[in-house]
Structures are given as C-alpha cells and as structure tokens.
C-alpha cells in the first residue's frame, strides 16, 4: 500500500470548518434570497394549521436540534468509516464537496417545497407538481425506501446496544428526561434555556452515574436485553412516538439527544485539536479499482452510495417533508434548520472518517474483514498485520477482530483519539462504550421521527383510497396507520431478513435524493426561478446518473453472481419506479420552459402555473 505524505488530521478539521462556514455565509445565503426567496411575511403551515399535535410552532433552536437529530443517523457515522477502505481523500472531498453543493441545497429546497404545500409529504409535492400518477409511484417508492431504512437503522441499533446494559440505561432514560422538558416547555412561557439546562445536567447524571449503576448485578441484569427482547422495544417505541404529540417526546428527546451528539463531537474535535493525531490511512489505497474486503466495488461510484448522509441523502427528504416543516415559525429559519443541520452532519461525517484513519491501516481492516476470510486477507496482504489491535483488546475487554460493519472501528477509533490525551490512558474502556451509545443514540432519533412521517405518508395514501385517513387528527386513522407501517419495518427488524440488503438501501437512499432534488426543480421552474433553478438540477441529474451506475454493478456484479436474485428483484424495482418519476418530471420540465409567467400566486410572486395546494 503506497502512502502518499502524511496529513494531520488537525487540516482536516480546520479545512471543514472554514469551507462550511463560507458556504453558510455565502452559498446557503444566495440560496434562501435568490433560489427560494424566502419571505419572512409568509404565514408557514405551523401558524396556519396548528393543531397542538403535529402543526405545532417551535422555536427555531429546538427545531434544528430536532431536524439534526432525525437526519443524522447511522449514515454519517458508519458510511465515512466503511468508506475509509478507500483512503481518506475520496470520503473527505465527496464529504466537503456533496454536502455544500448536494445535501445541504437538498435539504433546504425540499424543506421549502413541503412549506409551501401546507408541510405535506414529497408525495404530495410531486402529485401537484408533476401529476397524481406521479405522485403515487413516489409515495409507494418514498414507503418501500424508508420501510427499509428504518429497519436497517434499527438492526444498526440492535447491534450497539444488546447485552450492553449500560448504553442501553443512557438510552432509555433520554425518553423520560424528555417528557419533562416537553412538559416544561410546552406549559411553561420563557422556559427553554430553563428545560435545556435541566435537560443537559439529568442527562450528565445518567451517563456518568449509569456507569456506576451496571456495576450492581441486580440493575445491570434489568437492562440485560437480548435482541428478540430489544427488537420489540425499538418497534413500540417508534409506535408510541409517531401517535403521542409531537412536543411531548419526539421533539424534546431529539432535541436532548443533540446535545449528545453535538456534544461527543465537539469533545472529539477537542480531543484531535488536543492530541494532533496523524492521519495513518494513506490518500488512496489500492482498493480503489476494486476488490476491496470492505467494499466489493470501485470507489468512483460506490463513494457516492457508502456515504450518503453526511454529504446527500434522500432519508432527509422524509423529515424535512414529514415533522419539521409542520413546526417551522418563519420561512426565513429554513436557511439555519435546512442547510445549517446538513453542514453539522457533514462535519460530523468528516469526524467518523478521520477517527477511522487514526488507526493503523492493518488494526482498521482486522476490525472490518470479517473473521472466515481474515487469514486469506492477510496472506495477501502481508503489509496490512495487526498493529495496536490487542492492545485495544486488553484495555477495552472486548474482541474486536471481525466486528464488521463501521460501528466497532469508529468506537475504536475515538476511544484512540481520547486516550491519548494525558490521564485518559485507563479510560479507553469508558470512552469504547460511550462511543457505542453515542452511535445508539444517533440512530434512534432517526427512527423515532422516520416512523411518524411513514404515519404521515401512509395515511395520505389511504386517504386516496378513504378520505377521512387524510384527516391527522382522526384518532383511528392515526393508530391504524401507525400499528401498520410499524409492524412492516419491526417484523423485518425481529426476523432480520433485512440486513442483508443494507447495499439495496444505500442505493435507494440515493435515489430517493435524486428524486427530492429533480421534483423540486420542477417546483422551481413552475415559480419561474429560470436559470437558478440548476443549482438543484444539476445535483439531482449527476445523483440519478451515479447512482444508477452504482445499481447496474450491484445487481449484475454481485447479486445475480452471488445467486441474491430477490434483492436484485428489490433493486431494480426500485430504480424502475424512480426512473418513472424522473422521466416524467423531465417532460414537465420542458413544458415549463415554454410557458409565459402570467398568473400571481398566493404568496405574490409571479409563477407559471397555478397550483392548488
């Protein structure tokens, strides 16, 4: 393996935080004046519809901690790890480049389309801009990508937090701590910096004295699950939070677990500041033409599909169509809560790739190579030998070898970062477990607000069928759809079927993005935004292209060789139902362009069409 000169991973921190500051100041700004014309006079579906239950106004700050919570998943944490086997230059730039210029124009134009359709679903959105056909091919594909989403975090999950008794006590305890901060704030005038402090210190007390807790046997063994038992908690747990108003759990809980996250990160970036590591993984390594025991593909275009959130991913369209446009105050938040949120999880991205890279290349692909083909791996290539692993080992009291699947390595990889800084030497065992609850922690906020928004979307699609569905306050409605959309992603969670086709989801995360991006487009081009338009155009073409590109060779490289003939069906059922979408949203497109702008819409502006939300 050729090194190319050794980088600190202090550039690397600092190049992220410069470039998204300048893309905040510069780019997220030309974008909310020139693209979307946000109008801080326009009466947003939160004020218009409040229910107190779903339509309810938030503070702006609480929404970006619930809106960055619900995005930031296992993607920006695993995908840059798994993606490490490339080197570290292809994951950094993909991240710098896909996050400013794709993710962060992703999320902010979907999160302005579903404002302005009354905070309904990309359904929606795509029914009364393209066509209603439209519309119900991208609901079913929007239900088929986001089933297998939250099946595949929630297996993620599963994995972090069985037999672990203490991650699992810090979990669980987030759920009370905040139903008393959703009760404060919500009866309480003036008390958000009041429920955050609280908040913040009951939640210190957990993590810290949860510690001491597990060490009694007694209490340890309560919150020893096994996963069949945490299978079906995740599965309730996602019910309750997707029928109980939205200010009683699921935002004040996101919004605890962002101090969390943001919290371990900035800790992190403390820690890489503090320590200086070297960045041990080389630019490039020679898995990048394939082969690889990672990942089986090439990294030009497989990059783009391992890391998907972090630098563009279409689960983000599901929120930012689902709970948090139904809980925006002003049009003008749309900058900080859309595009603000993506460049903190890209940076949080950029933090799991660097910590991977810390490792030594041979201790980084021991964790990763499964254990059957570990010998054979290493006999081919003798340079890539344990290095620092057993020591690992011995100080963290867990085999670490063949523990696939990005979590364990980037656990690893900031418990290294951590135990370097001077006294923190007997901790590593501490800060291996926190990391592995840290990662918990993250995926369960995606599960909680991704299983209210499938509601949102079952129900609107039933109420095509029966109309009184669409209604979100019928209490029947509400918990028929909910038992049913949970029970199709907590049966595949409690069988495991699904996680073997954690490859199908990163392509149809893809394409789900590419969608969000090509049906706002033609939202904007209908609003007669002419040439600003291609500032999501471009995006969702290139996103369509790469990761149709990426489908082919999965299907024809792997699944149909490896006999996986199911999942191929899977996936090339998914890019036939976008590839509807798309097509169609193309012919609209060139309609668009002939058309004179002459009508007035209900915000004022001149548009092309007028469309009856």
């Known amino acids: 393996m050729d090194f190319i000169n050794e980088m600190s991973a202090l550039t690397l921190v600092f190049a992220a935080l410069l470039i998204f500051a300048i893309a905040y100041r510069f780019y997220g700004v030309f974008m909310a004046q020139r693209v979307i014309r946000l ?61 400013v210029l794709g993710g962060g124009v ?37 239900l088929f990508i986001l089933v297998l989403t939250l099946a595949g975090l ?17 979990v669980i305890i987030t759920m009370p701590i905040a139903i008393i901060m959703g009760l404060i704030m919500r009866y309480r005038k003036n ?55 939205v200010w009683l759990l699921l935002v004040p809980r996101d919004y605890l677990s962002t101090y969390l996250k943001i919290g371990t990160i900035l800790m992190l970036t403390v820690g890489i500041i503090f320590v200086n590591p070297t960045i041990e993984m080389p630019a490039l390594t020679q898995f990048i033409k394939g082969g690889g025991p990672v990942i089986g593909g ?4 497989f990059i783009f599909i391992v890391i998907a959130c972090g630098a563009i991913s279409g689960f983000h369209a599901i929120i930012a169509t689902g709970t948090t446009p139904k809980m925006l105050g002003n049009e003008k938040e749309i900058l900080f809560v859309g595009y603000g949120a993506m460049l903190v999880e890209g940076f949080v991205a950029l933090m799991a790739l660097i910590a991977a890279c810390t490792l030594m290349p041979g201790d980084y692909f021991a964790i990763n190579v499964p254990a059957a083909v570990y010998d ?20 963290i009291g867990v085999e670490l070898q063949g523990r696939t699947g990005g979590a364990v390595s980037l656990a690893v990889g900031m418990a290294h970062i951590f135990h370097n800084i001077p006294f923190m030497d007997d901790l590593m065992a501490y800060w291996y477990n926190f990391a592995i609850m840290f990662e918990a922690v993250f995926i369960l906020t995606a599960i909680d607000a991704g299983t209210r928004v499938g509601r949102f979307f079952l129900q609107e699609m039933l109420g095509m069928v029966m109309p009184r569905f669409s209604d979100k306050n019928w209490l029947p409605g509400v918990m028929i759809s909910s038992f049913v959309f949970t029970f199709a992603w907590g049966y595949l969670v409690f069988t495991g079927n699904v996680s073997s086709i954690w490859p199908l989801f990163g392509i149809s995360n893809q394409l789900l993005a590419a969608c969000g991006l090509i049906v706002c487009t033609t939202m904007l081009l209908r609003l007669n935004r002419g040439k600003y338009a291609l500032c999501s155009a471009i995006p969702g073409v290139f996103m369509s292209i790469i990761t149709y590109w990426a489908g082919y060779i999965q299907v024809v490289d792997i699944y149909i060789p490896n006999g996986q003939y199911m999942l191929a069906s899977l996936a090339i059922l998914a890019m036939v139902l976008m590839s509807i979408v798309f097509v169609a949203a193309f012919r609209k497109w060139f309609q668009l362009r002939g058309m004179p702008a002459d009508k007035v819409d209900e915000y004022g502006e001149v548009v092309k069409v007028w469309v009856d939300k």
């Open 376 to 395: 054979s791996f290493l006999a081919n290539h003798p340079n890539l030998h344990q290095v620092e692993l057993q020591s690992y080992v011995d100080k």
């Open 39 to 99: 109008n801080a006079k326009n009466i947003t579906p939160a004020v218009a519809y409040a229910d107190g239950q779903d339509y309810v106004v938030t503070n702006k700050n609480v929404l970006f901690g619930h809106h960055f919570a619900a995005i930031a998943a296992a993607g920006p944490l695993v995908g840059p790890v798994l993606a490490a086997q490339f080197g570290y230059l292809p994951g950094a730039l993909w991240i710098l480049i896909g996050c």
């Open 154 to 170: 929630s297996l993620a999950c599963i994995s972090a937090m069985h037999e672990a008794p203490w991650s699992l006590f810090t």
């Open 191 to 245: 008390s958000i910096t009041f429920a955050s402090i609280l908040g913040g210190i009951l939640l210190f007390i957990g993590i810290i004295g949860g510690h001491d807790l597990m060490q009694h046997e007694h209490i340890s063994n309560l919150f020893h699950w096994n996963v069949s038992t945490i299978s079906v908690a995740i599965a309730v747990y996602g019910f309750l939070a997707s029928v109980l108003p």
């Open 106 to 142: 992703h999320d902010m134009i979907v999160l302005f389309a579903s404002v302005r359709h009354k905070g309904q679903s990309l359904a929606t959105i795509a029914s009364k801009e393209i066509g209603s056909t439209i519309g119900t091919v991208t609901g079913l594909s929007v």
């Open 298 to 301: 090439a990294v030009w275009p």
